[in-house]
């Protein structure tokens, strides 16, 4: 636990945890400290890229305050694809750590939906004296598991297909949800997925180069198609 607890280093969460961590330790009878003593030695967990969050701490300490006392969030917000700063205000519901990033998941006042914001994004913040209710409707899991990756967008079911040499390695996880597998004859298969957004699955995609086609959306295809054109631009 302590080792999978490493990329949260020098932020709030880990102090906290590391701290009841001991507290426990200190409460368990000597029989159960030999045992874990011996079973960290017989488990080790290898280290994920992460990144240092030093810089962010004081960000998510107050996120985590707002969310505590319920109050909305102003926020000045980096904004990659238009490099440009705006100010938001956004009613927290969770923090969301994903591939070694905090995220927001919340509702932009702004933009009247919900958004996710990359904490690491984020500029300034302060928070206000606005108040908010999360809606009964609200399920964070299922907010999650709906989006391919970290990116949220309009539901689009797509079609992909995948080479034979990389079917196993595709069957043997679960990407997604509501995922259906179908195996080919030849070997190859053909992954559909209901998900929110295509942002993600896209460079999912083209991760795998060659070996996989997408079928549906005809949106994803165009996308892919632009970034291929981009990359032989790059290369000529």
Same mark, same amino acid.
């Given at each position: ?57 004081? !960000?998510?300490? +107050? ?5 505590? /006392?319920?109050?909305? *969030?102003?926020?000045?917000? &980096?904004? @990659? ?31 009247? !939906?919900?958004? +996710? ?5 984020? /500029?300034?913040?302060? *928070?206000?004296?606005?108040? &908010?209710? @999360? ?45 259906? *597998? ?55």
């Amino acid at each position: 636990g302590r080792d999978l607890l490493n990329v949260l280093k020098n932020t709030v969460f880990h102090d906290s945890l590391k701290s009841l961590f001991s507290k426990i330790k200190t409460n368990l009878p000597k029989g159960y400290i030999i045992f874990l003593e011996q079973f960290e030695k017989n488990l080790k967990v290898g280290q994920q890229p992460y990144k240092y969050h030093t810089e962010i701490n004081e !960000t998510l300490s +107050t996120i985590n305050k707002a969310i505590e /006392k319920r109050k909305c *969030i102003d926020i000045l917000y &980096f904004v @990659i694809s238009r490099k440009k700063k705006t100010k938001r205000r956004v009613a927290p519901y969770n923090i969301w750590y994903s591939k070694g990033t905090f995220y927001i998941i919340g509702h932009c006042m702004m933009r009247k !939906t919900m958004r +996710t914001f990359a904490c690491d994004r984020i /500029k300034a913040i302060d *928070i206000s004296d606005e108040a &908010f209710i @999360i809606p009964a409707s609200f399920n964070i899991d299922e907010y999650i598991q709906s989006s391919f990756g970290v990116f949220h967008g309009e539901t689009t079911k797509v079609e992909i297909w995948f080479a034979p040499d990389v079917a196993e390695y595709i069957k043997e996880k679960k990407w997604h949800e509501s995922q259906e *597998i179908l195996e080919q004859e030849d070997g190859s298969i053909i992954f559909k997925a209901e998900v929110a957004g295509i942002h993600d699955i896209k460079i999912w995609v083209m991760s795998l180069g060659s070996k996989a086609k997408v079928i549906e959306p005809e949106s994803l295809k165009i996308e892919i198609k632009s970034e291929i054109d981009s990359l032989l631009a790059l290369y000529r």
